[in-house]
């Protein structure tokens, strides 16, 4: 294990009718002036945005709103809500929805109190300084961003899609009411299990050794999605699978299932050029990446993969030839995530063989050309990978 | 599930030679005269007390020291701490060592700033209001106080031995060195996982429905457990076991593994009055305890118990006779905390029959004389457990 320093400090407020008290936390917290991201129509249709509202008016907490957010939110509406927060004396930003509006949110949040533009926390060249507090009501389980240290934005110019990890825009409370979670489509359920399950598998997948505890409850995190979404894909307002995933969502990125190891991401840095290009949902892409990812890094790590697949997906141990286990795991994991309804090919999303070499090139790597950590990938193996992951072997179970 | 606020804001520092960032951390949370309460002089002779004073020193930290905290803290040395930390002026306080003088830490920092007797707060006739920040260098992986809100006090007038829950005395930070238990000796190694298994056991024995997710969280701290101490009884220095029955002892007590659920913590009361009459070992005192408190709640719930002997244990679930593999699970826990070298009957510990009467009219129980959620306890019952104690049926393995 290696040596780490976690805090997770969020205040989470977890259960029914917890929306009502979004005022009385902000308080707490000390805001005066909130403004309140969103994102589409559902939440103003819903009444939640109301509810939250009523609830600030009742705690004497004045607000302002910017409603707009998409999937991979851009920097644009940033821009946007960092004027408008600016100009009406905003101190405390609550993100509300699922992990665009939070991950556009938090940009605002730290942009408001930067003088240069808040693109450069994003393109590492500057790191916050001073950030205003968020809060998040969340609606979707699926980016942890509720939990989380990090934010993921596309840039207009030139598509760009960038994550910033900084402890100061990790949420100082989150209100996670699982029957917020009941309208959510079957499609956006599912991907939001295959983003979950993702934040677990780039912490799963390490070089690390020693690392049995951690080991342990990422296994747990998939084994509740295996039993839970399913359930949920059945009777959408099953309150006890919702809040299952709900909390499984949140665990899976605020890292204490990552804690004392090195750590992938590359299939998450492969997924976002996927995105960016075709504006598919991100756990729709990583249902695509990850099966490829892991087929192409098979043998970096056997005997992990085996334990995965003996662990997770319940296979037995081929003691003679622990490749085939290993395989069978993947097997098994793309066949879940074909039975959930996502899509496990490229060409499923839409995505054209001929923009591979450009996606590839785009791809954001890490230092001397190389991206990740499990099985350091070069541009061609992160090619190869998108290759890999037009055609599928998975069979409907 | 059931609603619930979960906030554990402690910053683990966690790994080798972690315990020289004493002084940084401690300056970092605005402390500036510490008073460093230890117990025996373990902590003295190897060295770890200079290294923490020359941490502090290096930060320019003023420090005092008391030592002397002892198994089963007692109030009178809390007592003189308040009182020396007064004097000294102390505004900061470190409990170094294991749980016991954690909690004896905690109890002089809820003492110090208030005007009665710090008793008042474990005796429920008080809440804290302003408790001294508390930050812990942790030796032991057992009670888990580094990252709980609770402490445990015996009370010298009567031997009561009782229990404070409250925010305030969470440690603002914790460090956690695994190099720091390699001398523990293997008697206090076994304790200390006795403490931490029951500590998930409390939370895991519910009536709450549908809380798939932190059940399994609690069954990956006792699969980690059943790895890993084995590992160190014959290896004391395996750092990454060391480092994993660590994070195991955090993870089982800061209530990640319990939010949303009833919990049980009678086999804590009944082991109390135990602990307090013939000063055993907390750990070893409910290692006889927990297997008697299962066999005599078995029939509350089977399937409950047989999912914890098939999860955890490894039972192969017969589906005819459910009752039998819930058995199985329960002899196998008690056959593995005599492997570890527990004692796992009353007459082990030195305890007498006839004293049992006397330990059940003691015991603290909830309101209407009931104790526990999981399934109600009364003083009866109680007495029948201490009795049920006296024999085992475990075979060693």
Redesign the interface.
Same mark, same amino acid.
């Given at each position: 294990?290696?040596? &780490? +320093? !976690?805090?997770?400090? =969020?205040? &989470? +407020? !977890?259960?029914?009718d =917890?929306e009502n008290e979004t005022g009385d936390f902000v308080r707490k917290f000390g805001g005066t002036k909130v403004m309140i991201h969103y994102g589409g129509g559902s939440v103003v249709r819903s009444g939640l945005l109301d509810r939250v509202k009523a609830s600030l008016d009742e705690a004497g907490i004045a607000c302002c709103e910017l409603g707009g957010a998409q999937p991979n939110p851009r920097s644009g509406l940033v821009y946007e809500g960092i004027e408008m927060a600016r100009r009406e004396n905003v101190d405390f930003i609550i993100g509300l929805g699922g992990g665009s509006a939070i991950d556009s949110a938090k940009a605002i949040a730290v942009g408001v109190p930067y003088d240069g533009d808040f693109w450069d926390f994003y393109d590492d060249k500057a790191e916050p300084e001073n950030t205003l507090p968020i809060a998040t009501v969340v609606t979707i389980p699926a980016a942890g961003s509720e939990g989380s240290n990090s934010s993921v934005i596309t840039h207009e110019e030139g598509m760009l899609k960038r994550g910033l990890g900084h402890e100061s825009i990790r949420p100082v409370f989150s209100i996670m009411n699982?029957e917020l979670t009941f309208t959510l489509p079957p499609y956006q359920t599912a991907c939001g299990c295959a983003d979950i399950m993702a934040h677990i598998l780039e912490r799963y997948l390490t070089n690390t050794?020693?690392?049995?505890?951690?080991d342990?409850?990422c296994?747990?995190?998939l084994?509740?999605l295996i039993?839970?979404v399913p359930v949920v894909l059945q009777e959408p307002e099953h309150?006890?699978?919702r809040?299952?995933i709900f909390?499984?969502g949140m665990?899976a990125h605020n890292n204490?299932c990552g804690?004392?190891r090195e750590q992938d991401w590359s299939s998450h840095q492969i997924e976002h050029e996927l995105s960016a290009l075709y504006d598919v949902a991100h756990g729709a892409g990583l249902a695509v990446i990850f099966p490829a990812f892991m087929k192409y890094t098979l043998k970096h790590d056997v005997q992990r993969y085996a334990q995965l697949a003996v662990r997770v997906w319940n296979c037995e141990m081929d003691f003679q030839n622990p490749e085939k286990t290993a395989r069978e795991g993947i097997a098994r994991f793309e066949a879940f995530l074909k039975s959930i309804g996502m899509p496990v090919t490229l060409e499923e999303l839409g995505a054209r063989e001929e923009d591979i070499p450009a996606m590839a090139a785009k791809t954001k790597m890490g230092p001397n050309d190389i991206l990740g950590s499990f099985m350091p990938l070069s541009r061609k193996d992160v090619e190869a990978i998108y290759r890999l992951s037009m055609q599928s072997n998975a069979s409907s179970r």
């Open positions: 294990m290696q040596n &780490f +320093v !976690f805090c997770s400090p =969020t205040t &989470f +407020v !977890f259960g029914k =917890t699982p050794r020693d690392v049995e505890m951690t342990r409850l296994e747990s995190v084994k509740t039993e839970d309150y006890g699978a809040a299952n909390w499984a665990i204490s804690v004392g």
